[in-house]
């Protein structure tokens, strides 16, 4: 017993206490930091802005400041240069993880082609939403009466000339449509309006004098 005791007490016992509690420390020292060198724990980088690169070097780009990548849409607008990224998400500037997939538009090189949907006899309001969902484009609205049939899609026009449904054309076409009813930015009803407030102003005028002529005859008498 003595020489258990005096083993505990001796310098070379707590020497060896000391030399695992510093061996553990060090080892939850060095997992630690090599977690968070894996992970980036807690680190938020700086989306760089890819929006107008040619398509390659904004992936080289990416790629080169630890940033995952995705192109998911391809696009075809003529007023850009074919092959630049049109979109991104997240946004340029965001703060992000380290490591986050940044997902791309790109504007192809070659024309997208998209069928054409069947918009007659639909209500005028669903149009733009329903050519927005299409990809296709808005362009000039002829209004024309047609009976008592208001706001209904009679014709779709594509350069000057019907368009059947299911036809290929350019993604982005502006489509043209005859459409049932009176144009709502018209001032012509406006007009009416006026013309016929005005007509019935001029009648209850017209009534007031002969009301006040045949009281004054009557007077007279």
């Not at 080892?27 to 700086?46: D, N, P, Q, W, Y």
């Not at 007009?191 to 407030?197: F, K, L, S």
Request: aromatic share 8%; charged share 30%; glycine share 6%.
């Amino acid at each position: 017993m003595k020489k258990f005791f005096n083993f505990i007490f001796s310098k070379a016992f707590w020497l060896n206490i000391l030399g695992i509690i510093l061996f553990f420390v060090l080892a939850v020292v060095i997992l630690m930091f090599s977690l968070k060198s894996c992970t980036r724990h807690g680190e938020a980088v700086t989306v760089p802005t890819v929006v107008g690169m040619d398509a390659d070097e904004a992936i080289a780009m990416l790629e080169d400041e630890g940033f995952g990548y995705e192109v998911i849409d391809t696009l075809f607008i003529d007023s850009l240069p074919k092959g630049v990224v049109v979109e991104q998400n997240p946004a340029k500037e965001s703060l992000v993880k380290h490591g986050r997939t940044v997902y791309m538009k790109v504007n192809t090189a070659n024309e997208i082609l998209v069928k054409m949907p069947s918009f007659v006899g639909e209500q005028y309001k669903t149009l733009s939403v329903r050519l927005k969902h299409s990809k296709l484009k808005m362009g000039n609205v002829k209004w024309q009466k047609d009976g008592e049939v208001v706001n209904i899609v009679l014709k779709q026009m594509y350069n000057g000339r019907p368009i059947e449904p299911g036809t290929e054309i350019k993604q982005g076409s502006r489509i043209d449509f005859v459409v049932a009813g009176r144009d709502p930015n018209s001032k012509e009803e406006e007009e009416d309006e006026e013309d016929e407030i005005s007509t019935l102003e001029e009648m209850s005028r017209l009534e007031e004098v002969a009301t006040s002529k045949s009281n004054d005859t009557n007077s007279d008498e």
